[in-house]
């Protein structure tokens, strides 16, 4: 039924690949802290590095507890669903961290994300995970789904914003700067979107 895998290759990564949408979830080390459980779409947004390594581009939004989480202990997992074809459900169990517009490596990591254009959507940082314990499992319950698009809304939503308004509209949110438990979340101002 389930499988551990050594590394993200072949019909794993296929399938990881394939998937229109993902899920992410992280938590504070307290024992009473908010657990985050996120949905991630858009096509081009994720990126298989290497056979341990994925990374996947962190939009604008209301809140910012993945980055709270990783930058106060780096648990992460993302899991995949099949929604069509054969019942599949995979697992990366890591390490991540947020890479921030102001890291040498930001270049370089917008380097595989080349099938979307970040600009529209308030890019703030990318997610970098590293995989510590890869499995599927049968994914019998999964229900079937049909995926038709990616929704336009994000990109309309923050095309207008620049860097020194997206700033603004990150510091007018509660839970962007501190998380719902009172950790650090996205550093802010943000810093000027760098030349890609």
Known sequence: MGKTYERIDGRLRTFIEAQPMFFTATAPLAGDGTINLSPKGLRGSFAVLDEL?????????????????????????????????????????????????DDPRWPELLGHFADIDPGPHGLRAVIVVHAELIRDTCGYAVPLMTYEADRDLHGRRFAREDDASLSAYFAGKEHVATSIDGLPGLPLPLPPTPAR
């Open 53 to 101: 390594t994925v990374a996947y581009l962190d939009f604008a939004g209301s809140n910012a507890e993945t980055v709270a989480h990783l930058r106060e202990n780096g648990r992460i997992t993302l899991m995949w669903c099949a929604f069509t074809g054969p019942p599949n459900i995979v697992r990366v169990h890591g390490r991540g961290e947020p890479v921030f517009r």
